[in-house]
């Protein structure tokens, strides 16, 4: 019998090579869809040419004086304050909901979580756009409610904070929460029996132990709201600028070269932020 057993044990090695099979298709599209085109942005960094015309083409780098320009500058600083602003507000919120959700005594809390994400699984576009309508000053809600006149702050300061704070605080409540359930109950005791009080045990034990989730969960909120460009556009009216409407506007227009120069930029801001989970949470334990 024992020997029997012993032949249906499969070594670990195999395993993690039938993984590596299953992975193929996901790299070959990744490859595909994501390696290549920044390979190409970046050969078009150092090139000048109308359109993608490989006969009129010849190198330059002039298209980083884009870099220099007034207004890539306004929204590169329009889109660090609105992502820093977001980011805080989602880090409040989202710690709350979190921790509340983990001091309560539901038995099935991640059906609570599958509750809050699941606004993420229909069309982001969607989504704004129905935070769109609920904005402007005549929409559905006035007509249900006799209401005169609704919020009507389509194209603010506003609009733009609260379309980014709906959008992507779920991204800040799930990688807290996770952190929270990974710390040891254990250390709730030792805290009160050492003389703290609820207030200090809370921010010298269960902040600190809970920030890796902060910090994952505040770059994901700030690298979507740095390089977004739908929810400005469409909550602030075409009024408020970010760099991701400069790049969306250089490649409708067909300035391939100057809107690679400022995608590979954020792209490197992407990557770089990401470096930084790996650093802080090496076995991703926050994003599972």
């Not at 409040?92 to 994400?117: D, E, H, P, R």
Request: charged share 15%; aromatic share 10%.
């Amino acid at each position: 019998m024992q020997k029997a057993s012993e032949k249906k044990l499969v070594p670990p090695h195999h395993t993690s090579h039938h993984l590596d099979r299953l992975a193929r298709p996901y790299l070959i599209w990744l490859y595909i869809f994501a390696v290549l085109p920044a390979l190409i942005m970046v050969f078009m960094m150092f090139t000048d040419t109308e359109g993608i015309r490989f006969d009129s083409m010849s190198a330059t780098i002039t298209n980083f004086q884009i870099l220099t320009e007034k207004s890539t500058i306004i929204a590169f600083f329009n889109s660090l304050k609105y992502s820093i602003v977001t980011t805080v507000v989602c880090i409040f919120f989202g710690y709350l909901i979190a921790y509340s959700l983990y001091k309560s005594k539901i038995k099935n809390k991640y059906l609570v979580l599958l509750i809050l994400i699941l606004p993420m699984w229909t069309n982001i576009l969607l989504r704004i756009n129905a935070l769109a309508s609920v904005f402007k000053a005549n929409n559905i809600l006035t007509s249900i409610f006799g209401m005169e006149s609704g919020l009507d702050i389509i194209g603010t300061d506003l609009a733009v904070y609260l379309g980014m704070v709906f959008t992507y605080l779920p991204f800040m409540v799930m990688p807290i929460y996770t952190s929270l359930e990974k710390i040891d109950p254990l250390l709730h005791e030792p805290a009160l029996d050492l003389g703290m009080t609820k207030f200090k045990k809370f921010w010298k034990v269960i902040v600190p132990l809970s920030s890796k989730g902060i910090v994952a969960g505040s770059i994901m909120v700030l690298l979507p709201c740095l390089s977004g460009f739908a929810i400005p556009k469409i909550l602030g009216d075409g009024n408020i600028l970010l760099i991701g409407n400069i790049i969306e506007q250089s490649f409708i227009s067909m300035s391939y070269n100057q809107g690679s120069v400022l995608a590979i930029v954020v792209l490197i801001i992407i990557l770089g932020s990401i470096l930084i989970i790996n650093k802080i949470d090496k076995e991703g334990e926050t994003l599972i």
